[in-house]
């Protein structure tokens, strides 16, 4: 009897310490930094926002382009916490008031902000400007990320309420600006001339980060993408 | 009062004993239970009821409950027909925020700051679940619940020949775990038990797609299956135990008539929790009639299966209404 509970409280110590780490291991991604994420619009320093979501994902149900994706358990405490992934799907803000930040339940998603201008997810940077076509003074004309592409974007000119898909809007310009013309923020990034061809897009301090450029971008790998979690003044 | 701390310190761990003090009618009864005709008479009526087949009645109901609340999740994602949103964790009922109590409590301890938002939806479900019986969560909505059951039941049969055995762990296992995963929470700053919650992996995966982690989810029901009966809900699921506490003041609950009581054990050999039914042992009912402790799930499975319907469903002060 007494050697029975002796081994039943060694199996116990053993089973609580496995479990305990297991859990713990989720704690490896994160000090390893071996993941960066972009987060939905409103989300607190990346600490306090693994801390702070409840991993249940009503931002992913009320966005109205499905930006959001929940991590798997490669993210260790970052399981089941939201990101978006910009060069498939981007947020381009197609719901007008930040509907992910009005559905979190406990403030991850900070309810300080309730407009899209508020927004700092990261900033726009000219990581590949060897590939911007403007740079090139080439234009560019068919589907942005060609017909296969299944990312969707909202076109006010189209329909006001409803996002479309990226394919099927193809494009005819003779200079490419589509990092300018698709952005949804008012002053965000403008196209500077470089001379009578050549031009480059130039990011302003308005940017948010919401990496719409960076997936309507038609050059491979993207010549523009998010600086996650950058700002603005320490690129410039 | 000295009852509701006794439930407590077993639901804690604590393994149950013959009560100190017996009413003076349970003194009687068990006196009265122990003469020779009685005994005699108590094995006639044990021979006599061969034949009773429990029913499955709260069973069949239970598990329409589990599969039309996850149900419910999904569709209200999927098709859009918005009546709940969100996954077990956290979420809108028609609008209304809930939020699980132990995944609140977590993200409560490591942001160390709580929005009204969480206050509102934890507040809802504590009154919900102090009304409906607390580990109820566990029994007719937790949808590793009734995987657990299967397994279970599996489990059950490979025992019977001989294939596998049963190891028990001490059950103060999961108060440890349940004080070591706070004490986590607040030191480390992060959601720690979230990685290895069954309950929110597998309540995402419904809803959102299949994610790796539930191979984490399929390796507990191993365990359960060649190891230890229902290893997780018993002696690991923090959850359960912060329900357990909202539960020992529940109204609705499982009593027991030690009149009716045969002390066959058939109750605590089907039960998720057997030191609840400590009391139907002979002998050890303080009282003639007890309410069955907080760690009790509300599953009903020793209320199908006694066949002198000794255990019952009964809900506080109802009778007295009526």
């Known amino acids: ?236 | 009062m000295n009852r509701m701390v006794e439930d407590f310190a077993v639901m804690l761990g604590r393994t149950p004993d013959k009560p100190a003090h017996c009413t003076p009618e349970a003194t009687r009864m068990l006196a009265a239970k122990r003469t020779p005709e009685a005994v005699i008479e108590r094995r006639r009526c044990i021979a006599g009821e061969k034949d009773h087949k429990p029913n499955h009645f709260w069973r069949n109901w239970r598990w329409v409950s589990i599969i039309a609340v996850n149900l419910l999740f999904v569709l209200s994602y999927r098709i859009d027909i918005q009546v709940v949103e969100g996954a077990l964790t956290a979420s809108r009922f028609v609008g209304f925020h809930m939020a699980d109590l132990n995944s609140a409590l977590q993200v409560m301890l490591a942001y160390k700051h709580v929005v009204i938002n969480l206050v509102i939806g934890t507040g809802t479900v504590l009154i919900f679940w102090l009304l409906l019986g607390g580990r109820s969560f566990c029994a007719w909505v937790c949808p590793y619940h009734l995987l657990s059951e299967i397994a279970e039941q599996v489990h059950l049969k490979l025992a019977a020949k001989k294939i596998v055995g049963d190891h028990a762990l001490h059950r103060g296992t999961r108060t440890v775990l349940w004080l070591v995963f706070a004490g986590l929470a607040i030191v480390t700053g992060y959601t720690v038990f979230e990685v290895i919650s069954p309950v929110g992996i597998l309540s995402r995966a419904f809803t959102y797609g299949a994610s790796l982690a539930l191979l984490w989810v399929a390796f507990l029901l191993v365990i359960e299956i060649v190891y230890s009966r229902r290893f997780w809900c018993r002696y690991i699921c923090p959850i359960g135990l912060t329900y357990g506490v909202v539960g020992a003041f529940s109204p609705v609950r499982v009593v027991y008539d030690m009149e009716k009581c045969l002390h066959e054990g058939k109750c605590r050999k089907v039960c998720l929790v057997p030191h609840v039914l400590g009391m139907t042992r002979l002998g050890y009912a303080s009282d003639v009639k007890r309410a069955v402790g907080a760690d009790c799930t509300r599953c009903g499975m020793c209320v199908e299966v006694c066949p002198s319907r000794a255990l019952r469903f009964e809900i506080k002060g109802l009778d007295k209404l009526l």
């Open chain 1, 1 to 236: 009897m007494i050697d029975q509970d002796r081994r039943r409280l060694i199996r116990s110590l053993l089973f609580g310490a496995a479990v305990t780490n297991a859990a713990l291991a989720g704690y490896l991604p994160v000090v390893r930094r071996s993941y960066v994420r972009l987060r939905p619009p409103g989300a607190l320093e990346e600490h306090e926002f693994l801390a702070a979501c409840i991993k249940c994902g009503q931002c992913v149900q009320v966005c109205p382009v499905k930006a959001i994706k929940l991590a798997d358990a490669g993210d260790g405490f970052g399981l089941g916490v939201p990101h978006i992934e910009a060069r498939t799907q981007a947020c381009d803000f197609s719901c007008d008031a930040v509907q992910c930040v009005l559905a979190c339940p406990t403030g991850a998603l900070s309810h300080d902000l309730s407009k899209k201008e508020q927004v700092r997810m990261g900033v726009a940077v000219l990581s590949n400007p060897d590939g911007c076509l403007a740079r090139q003074g080439r234009g560019f004309s068919g589907p942005a990320r060609g017909a296969a592409f299944p990312g969707i974007h909202r076109y006010s000119e189209i329909n006001r309420w409803k996002p479309i898909p990226i394919a099927d809007h193809p494009y005819q310009l003779d200079l490419c600006d589509l990092c300018v013309r698709e952005c949804p923020i008012t002053g965000a990034i403008r196209i500077e001339r470089l001379d009578e061809h050549r031009a480059t897009p130039v990011v302003e301090k308005a940017c948010v980060g919401c990496g719409m450029c960076e997936m309507i971008c038609p050059a491979e790998p993207p010549a523009i993408t998010i600086d996650i979690r950058g700002t603005w003044e320490a690129r410039s």
